[in-house]
């Protein structure tokens, strides 16, 4: 299985701020890697796939980058609808997906 | 708009099967080029990859579950199944249905508890 792993697992930040995600693969992953936003008592939603395409409605201020086995989530200004957790997906190793074990970013 | 629904028993017994369906609307289970999936959240924790379903009747399941396990589907009902079997408080989680589009989860339903519990 390949292993996703997530840092930080807690990220405390304030409206405006510029916020980084980090995702790390257990092997290569190439750029088969997917972001989700999750909020409390929700369904997952995607964001981001194939490491930096952006899903059609999500705000541009999301964007993802990364190959192989780093890849980044970047939120260029943490908006108050921002706060949520966050999981990174690979989809490389078809079809055992796996995710990471998320990030919670609340408010400072 | 495609939209999925869980339903099914939200307590079950240690040892017993756990059983729930995903009803799905907006859209047929038998189109092409998507895949049915379920994934769990246990309380407090991130997500697992339970298995899926491809239009055409196959499975993959995940390994580490891959023994407890069977989905199945019903075309004249649109909806899907997951059936776990011999249950203990570890299977305690929200259990989501969700289409899978290019081995992305593009859809999902609002996730139902289910507690293992005698």
């Known amino acids: 299985d390949i292993q996703m792993t997530q840092s930080p697992s807690t990220l405390s930040a304030s409206v405006g701020d510029r916020v980084t995600i980090t995702c790390r693969a257990s092997?290569?992953?190439?750029?088969?890697l997917a972001w989700y936003q999750q909020k409390p008592g929700k369904a997952p939603k995607l964001l981001i796939y194939?490491?930096?395409s952006l899903e059609s409605g999500v705000p541009s201020r999301f964007s993802g980058s990364g190959s192989g086995t780093e890849f980044t989530l970047t939120i260029s200004s943490l908006q108050p609808d921002d706060f949520a957790t966050y999981y990174c997906q690979q989809y490389y190793s078809y079809p055992s997906w796996t995710f990471g074990q998320g990030t919670k970013v609340e408010i400072k | 708009q495609l939209q999925l629904q869980e339903s099914g028993s939200g307590l079950v017994k240690p040892s017993q099967t756990l059983s729930l369906t995903c009803a799905v609307s907006?859209?047929?289970?038998?189109?092409?080029?998507?895949?049915w999936s379920w994934i769990r959240q246990p309380p407090g924790k991130g997500l697992e990859w339970i298995g899926y379903i491809y239009h055409s009747g196959s499975t993959y399941y995940n390994p580490s579950l891959k023994s407890r396990v069977t989905i199945s589907v019903d075309r004249s009902k649109n909806q899907f199944s997951l059936k776990l079997s011999s249950v203990t408080a570890a299977d305690t989680a929200v259990y989501y249905c969700?289409?899978?589009?290019?081995?992305?989860?593009?859809?999902w339903g609002q996730g139902t508890l289910v507690t293992v519990s005698s």
């Open positions: 969700a289409r899978v589009s290019d081995s992305l989860f593009d859809y």
């Open positions: 194939k490491a930096s």
């Open positions: 907006g859209g047929s289970i038998s189109s092409g080029g998507y895949s």
């Open positions: 092997q290569s992953i190439s750029s088969w």
